[in-house]
């Protein structure tokens, strides 16, 4: 099954703000929007941003997503070393019927 | 709080079976689709089942479909995975999550293994 395209790595100072992009096609990013998934080492995957640009209860404004045809981006401003995760792109397929995940994107606070 | 905890991971040899479980509390279990999505050691997300609130539809990865069984028991509030003939390639942590992938367990470690 076909994966979302995301960057390997994102590397931005502590309190700039760091955008993640996210590449897919009319069947699965552009069809029910995308979904973020934070992923810190040791911890499960959080969800902190939805359907493009709904945010989670309890997930902090820093967090915002949005989407431009077929592909999604998340903006982190005020980086935090808390933040420092792998990111992960997620959409629904119709036509794979299938999740499908983009590779990740590793961002570094500096 | 919704919590979902996964269990039945385990070392087992290729071509054996494990069944994972994942108890759910917190939410309306039976008006939610539910997933098992795994991450192999080193390597990133991968979805591997969907089960849709019925149990009457099932989705899975291309590498799985013939081998694993998704499943769920609405009135024990659980989801499961039956795996068989068990490969190496599926070693991983697998994670029970729900709906938009909005909940996740902790994950339960399966390693397949000689």
Known sequence: QAGLTQPPSVSKDLSQTATLTCTGDSNNVAYQ???WLQHRRGHPPKLVAYRDGNRPSGISERFSASRSGNTASL?????QPEDEADYYCSAWDRILTAWVFGGGTELTVL | E???VESGGGLVQPGGSLRLSCAASGFT???????????????????VATIKPDGNDKFYVDSVR?????SRD???????LQMNSLRAEDTALYYCTSGLLDYWGQGT???VSS
Request: hydrophobic content about 40%; aromatic content about 14%; charged content about 20%.
């Open chain 2, 2 to 4: 919704v919590r979902l």
């Open chain 2, 29 to 47: 279990f039976s008006r939610e689709w539910m997933s098992w999505v795994r991450q192999a050691p080193g390597r990133g997300l991968e979805w």
């Open chain 2, 109 to 111: 470690l399966v390693t």
């Open chain 2, 66 to 70: 013939g081998r694993f069984t998704i």
């Open chain 1, 75 to 79: 903006t982190i401003t005020g980086l």
């Open chain 1, 33 to 35: 929007g995308a979904g």
């Open chain 2, 74 to 80: 609405n009135a024990k509030n659980s989801l499961y």
